[in-house]
């Protein structure tokens, strides 16, 4: 039955007896291509049109858009040619036919001629699906290629005009033609040599014609000459796009190390988000639909509309998707707003493709777009022909090779092969600039940058230093955040709107193994003009952001910071790290030394508008050199040595990134790490409510993250006071703590670290190793033991009291967990701080049993959920509780995921507490004499 609001479906009849009975093939074979969607390199359609085929396409059917119109019609006014026309001929498979036209991929028949196939020869012209053939040359059903002119079966291209996708006799105003090719040539990735042999990418007609047709574009692709990225073209809302993809790949992907020899005869092109005729412009093979691919030499015809500003839409080969993307065969098409114009950055030229440009909006602003690919199983070779991280067996399940950003990789092994001290590991001074794109700007120009996963199983996380921009791109009550977390065949729009200062800033993805094997780059914010960098204002004189520095009235908080080695211990049962690195507060420091009180965590308070000035000092054993260990593991590692400098990096504040980063970075001329017995001090200002910041040391990622190396600041209301939970002591470095503000209901906050792949010895000094215990080696992103502030209950200890799995959660039986146990009475407003700052990229989750919170905080239309999930290293979450605690009781929290995650000790318990009357009293005092104080 249709819905109530829907017009009633026709009835079927002989020729129309409804989908998928129209659709020529054969049960048990391969299917049949598109009706004159795809060409072959003679010029012909490969499948030509049945009757019944024909009778049931759309009134305005063209090639890649035969049973459903797929754009609106365009064209200003009505068509005169069109107007007025009565039938005067109609064919047997109810298709109409003007006096010498016929609109449809069908069949004309006029004076004295006669069309087969959907071809027509008159005087000196031939028309077959909209398609226009000379007395010279000779079709079938639909493809001519003479000099000048180009026809696809319904798509005339001719100097200045194009065919208008509703009526072949209308000129058409915005259907934009991209001709593009797919073609594998050797893709070298870095300096160091690593390279893809096998590379596969789209890349635009007009580029190989440009370098002299497709040989010549291959061999300076392989020497170089040319850097390949994944095909970024342009669209704006509103546009009718026509893809014509050719196919010219090797028929086989050769057996490699990697791969078994793999058949790849036909490709496809696989649009994401945009409309289309799903039957023929799918760019696969799904259920009773054409497949829509393209064998070699063979081109592909595919339309589609972009209905709205779509932005980040992503591409790819569908057809031999699993062999294909680890190649590289992906792009995007990015949908602007209606009106907007595309520019080079160099020069300010318009143009339709590639993965920078700057953006002119209708309004007159501007910003600057960069396209980022990341992807995974990246199957390189170093210099000499050697295989990089090679699975057991070609083709086995395990996960091969490394990874890459737009075919690029700057890894940091390779880098170390210098033996510099990782301190510097991302500096240009030292190294030079990375492979991966190095993404230019002026300070404070808006920067848009397109994220894309292009391949292939893990998740990553994209983390910018000295910058954030809000989760959604329109809502200003969205988050802000500095980091997103993706997968394959996502795409996120992180639209960066605030003003940043002159220098160099890091990007990179933040897992471990994402770093090591090369997943960063910098972002350039030139001080000075620069020739090959046109500003978006029209004058080259500009303003610059002055670095960020307090005012006369403004409010500085001091803090003293030490690092410190620490042998951690995570529970009763004795798991420890006894490598543990910390930053302790300096007033503590002899206390956690000596083991008068636990090691947690650094916390920072500071309040809305305040200025944050640190003093880090390294007090670091130059008798005992942080050590190197291979586990847990990561791709491709290499023996080294670890660095003894140490640093402060926060997200979201303002600082200036040349003095008060962190991080030694590019060309960036300042020292920025601690060596031992040093100070430095870092000035950052907290310019608004940003609640939890990750802070982390950018000394040595690889080897300092792991063993606990962190903290956070925590951006409190203006004017709050901080206390430790259930006193009034004052409590800037609380784990659990009470805030109150002028105007702001007081809440409890917990602080919350997220840990993930940290090196853990049991009691006896063994390595554990929870993911390893099914016996089948374990990816290195799943290596490493989990836990929460320095804290874990692992089941296995649990277990060996009492075996009952169902009572593992059970305080009666084991004891309460070595988590923090967070406490509130029923009712009180509660705020989680989650923070994911360590180690390992595998996505995780956190979940609160009993209680849900609002998705967006500040978003009244926001859902609520009841568990975060793809929570990976540089995100935070402040989660507030819906109603506040709950009923009185034990409540779990834990990671969603109980293998591994759960099981290897992220979870614990938040008890709450029913209020007494004697409390109530004490709270109501409390109120009381706060309200006094505060009115005076």
């Known amino acids: 039955m249709p819905l109530k609001d829907r017009e009633r479906p026709p009835k079927k009849d002989k020729l129309h007896p409804g989908y998928p009975n129209f659709i020529e093939g054969t049960v048990g074979e391969m299917p049949l291509q598109p009706p004159c969607g795809v060409i072959d390199r003679e010029g012909k359609v490969t499948n030509v049109p049945t009757e019944l085929e024909r009778a049931n396409f759309a009134e305005n059917a063209v090639p890649g858009a035969l049973y459903t119109e797929?754009?609106?019609?365009?064209?200003?006014?009505?068509?005169?040619?069109?107007?007025?026309?009565?039938?005067?001929?109609?064919?047997?498979?109810?298709?109409?036919?003007?006096?010498?036209?016929?609109?449809?991929?069908?069949?004309?028949?006029?004076?004295?001629?006669?069309?087969?196939?959907?071809?027509?020869?008159?005087?000196?012209?031939?028309?077959?699906?909209?398609?226009?053939?000379?007395?010279?040359?000779?079709?079938?059903?639909?493809?001519?290629?003479?000099?000048?002119?180009?026809?696809?079966?319904?798509?005339?291209?001719?100097?200045?005009?194009?065919?208008?996708?509703?009526?072949?006799?209308?000129?058409?105003?915005?259907?934009?033609?991209?001709?593009?090719?797919?073609?594998?040539?050797?893709?070298?990735?870095?300096?160091?040599?690593?390279?893809?042999?096998?590379?596969?990418?789209?890349?635009?007609?007009?580029?190989?014609?440009?370098?002299?047709?497709?040989?010549?574009?291959?061999?300076?692709?392989?020497?170089?000459?040319?850097?390949?990225?994944?095909?970024?073209?342009?669209?704006?809302?509103?546009?009718?796009?026509?893809?014509?993809?050719?196919?010219?790949?090797?028929?086989?992907?050769?057996?490699?190390?990697?791969?078994?020899?793999?058949?790849?005869?036909?490709?496809?092109?696989?649009?994401?988000?945009?409309?289309?005729?799903?039957?023929?412009?799918?760019?696969?093979?799904?259920?009773?639909?054409?497949?829509?691919?393209?064998?070699?030499?063979?081109?592909?015809?595919?339309?589609?509309?972009?209905?709205?500003?779509?932005?980040?839409?992503?591409?790819?080969?569908?057809?031999?998707?699993?062999?294909h993307q680890q190649h590289g065969l992906f792009g995007a098409l990015i949908i602007e707003e209606a009106g907007a114009t595309f520019h080079s950055p160099r020069d300010g030229k318009e143009i339709s493709f590639g993965s920078q440009a700057v953006i002119h909006r209708r309004n007159g602003t501007s910003f600057r777009e960069f396209a980022l690919f990341v992807h995974d199983f990246a199957l390189l070779f170093d210099k000499n022909g050697k295989p990089l991280n090679p699975p057991e067996v070609p083709g086995s399940h395990d996960d091969p090779g490394v990874m890459g950003i737009n075919y690029r990789a700057e890894p940091m092994r390779e880098r170390l092969k210098r033996e510099e001290d990782p301190a510097y590991i991302f500096s240009s001074i030292v190294h030079g600039d990375p492979a991966t794109p190095v993404l230019e700007t002026y300070p404070g120009d808006e920067l848009m940058f397109r994220l894309l996963d292009g391949a292939h199983e893990e998740q990553h996380s994209f983390n910018v230093t000295g910058m954030s921009w809000h989760k959604e791109r329109?809502?200003?009550?969205?988050?802000?955040?500095?980091?997103?977390?993706?997968?394959?065949?996502?795409?996120?729009?992180?639209?960066?709107?605030?003003?940043?200062?002159?220098?160099?800033?890091?990007?990179?993805?933040g897992g471990i193994d994402d770093a090591w094997l090369g997943l960063w780059g910098i972002i350039r914010a030139h001080e000075k003009y620069r020739k090959h960098l046109k500003p978006l204002c029209k004058k080259k004189e500009r303003i610059l952001p002055l670095p960020p520095c307090p005012g006369k009235n403004d409010i500085i908080r001091h803090y003293e910071v030490a690092a410190i080695q620490k042998d951690l211990v995570y529970n009763r049962y004795g798991d420890h790290d006894p490598n543990g690195l910390v930053f302790v507060p300096l007033e503590d420091l002899d206390m956690v030394l000596a083991g008068k009180c636990p090691a947690k965590p650094l916390i920072l308070r500071a309040n809305a508008g305040d200025w944050i000035e640190v003093t880090l000092h390294n007090a670091l054993n130059i008798e005992q050199p942080v050590p190197y260990f291979d586990y847990p593991k990561v791709p491709l590692d290499k023996k080294h040595t670890p660095s003894m400098r140490v640093s402060l990096n926060p997200q979201f504040l303002q600082y200036d990134p040349v003095s008060d980063s962190g991080i030694n970075v590019g060309y960036n001329p300042k020292e920025q790490t601690v060596g031992i017995g040093e100070s430095k001090k870092y000035l950052w200002r907290a310019d608004r409510e940003y609640g939890g910041c990750i802070l982390q040391s950018f000394g040595d990622m690889r080897n300092h993250r792991y063993h606990g190396l962190f903290g956070a600041v925590i951006v409190e209301p203006p004017g709050a006071e901080w206390y430790r939970n259930f006193t009034r002591k004052k409590g800037s470095h609380a784990e659990q703590a009470v805030i109150t503000a002028p105007g702001v209901e007081s809440?409890?906050?917990?602080?919350?670290?997220?840990?993930?792949?940290?090196?853990?010895?049991?009691?006896?000094?063994?390595?554990?190793?929870?993911?390893?215990?099914?016996?089948?080696?374990?990816?290195?992103?799943?290596?490493?033991?989990?836990?929460?502030?320095?804290?874990?209950?692992?089941?296995?200890?649990?277990?060996?009291?009492?075996?009952?799995?169902?009572?593992?959660?059970?305080?009666?039986?084991?004891?309460?967990?070595?988590?923090?146990?967070?406490?509130a009475y029923s009712g009180d407003r509660v705020i989680f701080r989650t923070l994911m700052p360590a180690d390992k990229p595998r996505n995780t989750s956190f979940a609160v049993h009993g209680h849900m919170w609002r998705e967006q905080p500040k978003d009244a239309l926001s859902r609520n959920i009841p568990l975060q999930g793809a929570i990976s290293v540089g995100n935070k979450f402040d989660m507030e509780m819906e109603d506040g605690a709950g009923c009185p009781g034990d409540y779990l929290y834990r990671s969603g995921s109980f293998k591994w995650d759960v099981e290897s000790g992220m979870w614990g318990v938040f008890i709450v507490v029913k209020r007494s009357i004697g409390c109530r009293c004490r709270e109501t005092c409390r109120k009381i004499k706060d309200s006094i104080c505060q009115g005076n």
């Not at 394959?488 to 800033?505: C, P, R």
């Not at 792949?757 to 993911?771: F, K, P, S, Y």
């Not at 799995?805 to 146990?821: M, N, Q, R, Y």
């Open 747 to 823: 809440f409890r906050e917990y602080v919350l670290f997220i840990q993930n792949g940290i090196r853990l010895l049991d009691a006896e000094g063994n390595l554990i190793q929870t993911a390893a215990q099914d016996g089948e080696p374990v990816d290195a992103e799943d290596t490493g033991e989990k836990g929460y502030n320095y804290r874990s209950e692992r089941f296995a200890n649990r277990l060996r009291k009492d075996k009952r799995i169902e009572k593992v959660f059970s305080s009666k039986i084991h004891g309460d967990p070595a988590t923090p146990l967070l406490k």
């Open 70 to 323: 797929t754009c609106p019609c365009h064209t200003v006014g009505q068509c005169k040619k069109c107007s007025g026309y009565q039938s005067e001929y109609e064919d047997n498979s109810g298709m109409e036919i003007t006096a010498g036209y016929e609109t449809a991929c069908g069949t004309e028949e006029t004076q004295g001629y006669e069309t087969a196939c959907g071809t027509e020869r008159t005087q000196g012209y031939e028309t077959a699906c909209g398609t226009e053939i000379t007395t010279e040359y000779e079709t079938a059903c639909g493809m001519e290629m003479m000099a000048g002119y180009e026809t696809a079966c319904g798509a005339e291209i001719t100097a200045g005009y194009e065919e208008d996708c509703c009526c072949p006799h209308c000129k058409q105003e915005h259907v934009k033609v991209f001709e593009i090719a797919m073609v594998q040539a050797k893709i070298t990735y870095n300096s160091y040599g690593w390279h893809d042999p096998q590379g596969r990418f789209f890349v635009l007609k007009e580029e190989l014609e440009r370098h002299g047709g497709l040989e010549e574009y291959i061999r300076k692709v392989e020497q170089q000459k040319i850097k390949v990225e994944p095909l970024v073209i342009r669209a704006n809302a509103g546009d009718c796009i026509e893809l014509h993809t050719t196919n010219l790949l090797p028929e086989f992907i050769e057996e490699s190390a990697f791969q078994q020899r793999t058949r790849t005869d036909i490709a496809g092109h696989h649009v994401h988000l945009v409309k289309f005729d799903t039957i023929v412009s799918d760019g696969a093979a799904n259920g009773w639909n054409n497949i829509a691919g393209a064998r070699r030499y063979e081109t592909l015809i595919e339309r589609f509309f972009a209905d709205e500003e779509l932005q980040t839409v992503f591409f790819h080969d569908h057809l031999f998707a699993n062999s």
């Open 474 to 509: 329109k809502d200003l009550h969205s988050p802000l955040a500095a980091s997103q977390t993706l997968g394959i065949s996502e795409a996120f729009n992180l639209n960066v709107t605030e003003t940043y200062g002159a220098g160099d800033y890091l990007y990179y993805f």
